[in-house]
């Protein structure tokens, strides 16, 4: 038995492609110790195959039920893929779950769902500069229309573990001396604790946030930034690289870039 994890913005189009991949085939329940909904099914070609789906999300912060619940679930009960939906309309606010969830280095396949709206908007995206640059298979979905979805399961199945893509040297420096201190190899948990994540701290002993604090003092002091701000400004210099590799618009002056 697989379990393919799908995740994404709110309004990616997750329920639309949930229900083409389970059918009348769901259960609904909730999330442990939570009121949040869970739904899951096999897939209605392959009944080896669970799909799992979770809340909508923007980010990966634990400021409400819905990010608590999907951090809780990759990280204590990881699926054996992620398929991450992508609004194609919507690149850069999906580019930014994206990064985080690169973090988790889950096989991961990208779902650019919503494709069919490109041409109306004058929108070509390469799929292959998307996915050379994000080291992640792409593969192009309508789940209005039915288009792709077969493709993106085929994928699923082989696709590679995310790598997580490198930031400034002075913050990887410190994410590395976070690694060391906190003893915690996953790469998710050493982004939060630099970005001052209360859960994580409350993990930790004193003497360990008393290091941590001073590590991101010396790095916010270097790169002359406010701690979260530092990854909110990375994560984007990123994304803006992408979008400019990967979309083209055919008369500027009639579309609106996303
Ligand atoms: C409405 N292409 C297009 N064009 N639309 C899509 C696609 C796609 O690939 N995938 C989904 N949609 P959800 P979340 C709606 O409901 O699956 C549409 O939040 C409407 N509803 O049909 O719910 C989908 O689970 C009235 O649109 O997303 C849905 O991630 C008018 O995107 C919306 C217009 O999909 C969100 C649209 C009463």
């Known amino acids: 038995m697989k379990t393919i994890a799908l995740l994404g913005n709110p309004n ?15 259960q609904v329940g909730n999330w442990p110790g939570v009121t ?21 999300l923007y980010s ?3 400021y409400s039920l819905d990010e608590q619940v999907a951090r809780d679930y990759l990280t204590q009960t990881p699926p054996d893929v992620l398929i991450n939906i992508i609004d194609a309309t919507n690149l ?33 995206i390469d799929l292959d500069r ?14 209005l229309k039915n288009k792709g979805v077969d493709e993106l399961i085929k994928t699923a199945l082989t696709a590679p ?35 001052g994540d209360p859960f994580l701290l409350t993990k930790l002993s004193a003497d360990q946030r008393t290091e941590i604090n001073e590590i991101v003092r010396i790095t916010e002091k270097l790169m002359n930034d406010e701690r ?15 979008i400019k590799l990967c979309v083209t618009i055919k008369n500027p002056a009639t579309f609106n870039r996303t």
């Not at 690169?102 to 929108?123: H, W």
């Not at 996915?131 to 192009?140: D, F, N, R, T, W």
């Not at 997580?164 to 410190?174: T, V």
């Open 60 to 62: 990966l912060s634990p």
């Open 228 to 242: 979260e701000a530092i990854l909110v400004n990375e994560r984007y210099d990123l994304i803006g690289q992408f």
């Open 92 to 124: 850069e606010r999906s580019l930014y779950l994206t990064l985080q969830l690169m973090d988790f280095e889950l096989p991961m396949v990208i779902a650019l769902n919503m494709s069919d709206l490109l041409v109306s908007q004058g929108k070509t």
């Open 130 to 143: 998307l996915s050379y640059s994000l080291g992640i298979p792409v593969i192009a979905t309508s789940a």
């Open 12 to 26: 990616s189009g997750k329920t639309s492609l949930f229900n083409l991949l389970t059918g009348a085939n769901q």
């Open 36 to 56: 949040v909904e869970r739904k899951s099914g096999y897939y209605k070609k392959e009944r080896t195959i669970c799909i799992q789906d979770l809340p909508g």
């Open 161 to 195: 573990k995310a790598q997580p893509l490198d930031y400034d040297h002075r913050l990887e420096s410190a994410l590395v001396e976070i690694k060391k201190v906190a003893a915690l190899n996953h790469r998710f948990d050493q982004i939060k604790l630099f970005e």
